[in-house]
């Protein structure tokens, strides 16, 4: 933190300062200071992405999801290919019971990035949520076939399966 405030010193007008300092206040569990952090990042440089980005992160932590909603739209219009936006603005819309607009987000980001076995596990636990238990196994399925010793994939399909009363598979 102290480097950064240096840092800041001799440069109030850097951006990336400002959201390195929020990443270390984020990590010490600092939050309100972390927003801050963020907040004066993109004030600095309105296009700063990541500072939108870890704005909308630890927002959501906070249980402002509307807000880390809007945050990781901003880092959207700025870079429409940042998958890990889409995947967090996806959770986010899944801890408001948004199922439907966590799934679109979802699709997206695995659309941008299919090799990332944890968007499936997202899309599946969202289709899980809304009794669409063919699409989550499918999704659990794709994810274990990505990274095969994903175990919260296999815990997932078990959980289905037991919900099912198929309990020998």
Do not use: W
Not at 61 to 66: A, I, R, S, T, V
Not at 99 to 115: G, H, Q, R, V
């Amino acid at each position: 933190i102290d480097l950064f405030k240096k840092c800041i010193s001799l440069r109030p007008d850097y951006a990336n300062a400002y959201n390195n300092m929020g990443l270390t206040l984020k990590e010490q569990g600092n939050l309100d200071k972390a927003i801050q952090a963020f907040t004066k990042a993109v004030f600095l440089e309105t296009n700063h992405t990541e500072a939108y980005y870890n704005l909308g992160l630890t927002l959501k932590e906070q249980g402002k999801l509307d807000e880390a909603i809007e945050s990781y739209d901003r880092a959207l219009s700025f870079k429409p290919d940042y998958f890990e936006a889409y995947n967090n603005k996806g959770n986010a819309l899944k801890d408001q019971g948004k199922l439907e607009e966590a799934i679109s987000s979802y699709k997206k980001a695995i659309t941008l990035f299919p090799e990332n076995a944890y968007g499936y596990i997202n899309i599946g636990v969202a289709y899980q949520e809304q009794g669409n238990l063919n699409s989550a196994l499918e999704a659990f399925k794709k994810s274990i076939s990505i990274k095969p010793d994903n175990a919260k994939a296999f815990n997932n399909i078990g959980n289905i399966y037991q919900d099912q009363g198929n309990l020998n598979k």
